[in-house]
């Protein structure tokens, strides 16, 4: 069993392919407070950085009920961690760290009770899924015999949509989309050639994930889990993929320092805010709180990643 340290507030969809990408991308988070304006758009009303590390801070999860987000940060090591940021505080600590083992992709389960993450084990080859207890206490893997999996969304208490590492090395292995049953282990491939963005709808019984069909061919695609059927694409502008769902499951995407916006019913991309003048943007992944109108974006230099 892991030794495990978990830390807790008093108060109380990383994708990492080890082969070939041990040491991760230098990147920081800014969150930006959004306010409505006419028209359904918005404006910035304020925005800071809530990382100062060298090195990788990335990953942002909201958590509305706890006033706060999740990340993962190395903290200017070479072992990723879970943190916290208190939106109220302005205070950040880490809520989670395993010996030996590298955390990414934290979110909070659909029950409330756990955080769940992608843990990198000391092969740096399998990755499997956890949850631990958010009142301490050791954790699990979930699908415990899985040992390839990157992103991952909860759908409901009991259904997991997730990322699934294709062998680099083997031609007739992709990246592949599966739902997965924590109760019963039961395991439904969708998709292959698979993006890393997966987003389960806030209104209806669907995910949001990135269909690349070739080099340069991308499309967002939309899925109805409960009758099994799809809704609808959005071809993507070229190179991007990385997006969150805004108001009313609008898709905000990153593209050239600008947000821009789509949905399945206007699959045509309108800019809706431009960061271009301001210190962050250079960013590429983003994640979007309904209950704050809070943004968080992850920035980076040189190269995106």
């Known amino acids: 069993m892991r030794k495990l340290f978990f830390f807790i507030f008093l108060t109380l969809n990383f994708y990492y392919r080890s082969a070939g990408q041990d040491i991760p991308p230098a990147t920081d988070i800014w969150v930006i407070q959004l306010k409505p304006s006419i028209n359904n758009s918005f404006t910035i009303a304020n925005y800071k950085k809530i990382t100062e590390n060298p090195g990788y801070d990335n990953q942002p999860y909201f958590i509305p009920p706890l006033k706060s987000l999740l990340y993962v940060s190395d903290n200017g090591g070479s072992q990723t961690d879970i943190y916290q940021f208190d939106l109220e505080t302005a205070v950040s600590k880490r809520v ?177 805010l431009d960061f271009s003048s301001l210190p962050f943007k250079n960013f590429y992944r983003l994640v979007y709180s309904a209950d704050f109108n809070y943004l968080a974006v992850v920035t980076y230099e040189g190269k995106k990643p």
């Not at 934290?106 to 207890?133: A, L």
């Not at 992103?151 to 997965?180: C, H, M, P, S």
């Not at 969708?190 to 669907?206: A, F, K, Q, V």
């Not at 997006?243 to 045509?268: H, Y």
């Open 96 to 272: 989670l760290k395993t010996e030996y083992y590298k955390e990414y992709s934290p979110m909070r389960s659909y029950d409330g009770k756990y955080i769940s993450c992608i843990s990198v084990e000391p092969d740096n080859t399998s990755q499997r899924f956890w949850e631990f207890p958010y009142g301490g206490g050791m954790g699990k893997p979930l699908f415990p015999d899985i040992i390839n999996i990157g992103y991952y969304t909860w759908l409901n208490e009991d259904l997991v949509a997730f990322f699934r590492l294709g062998d680099k090395e083997a031609k007739d292995t992709l990246d592949q989309l599966d739902i997965g049953n924590i109760t019963t282990g039961e395991l439904q491939n969708l998709d292959e050639r698979i993006g890393r963005c997966i987003l389960r709808s806030r209104n209806h019984p669907w995910i949001y994930y990135v269909k690349k069909y070739d080099s340069e061919n991308w499309k967002i695609r939309c899925y109805d889990y409960e009758r099994s059927v799809y809704k609808g694409d959005i071809v993507l502008p070229k190179g991007q993929e990385d997006f969150t769902l805004g108001p009313n499951d609008m898709i905000w995407l990153g593209n050239n320092g600008k947000i821009v916006e789509a949905s399945i019913q206007n699959p045509t991309w309108k800019t809706i």
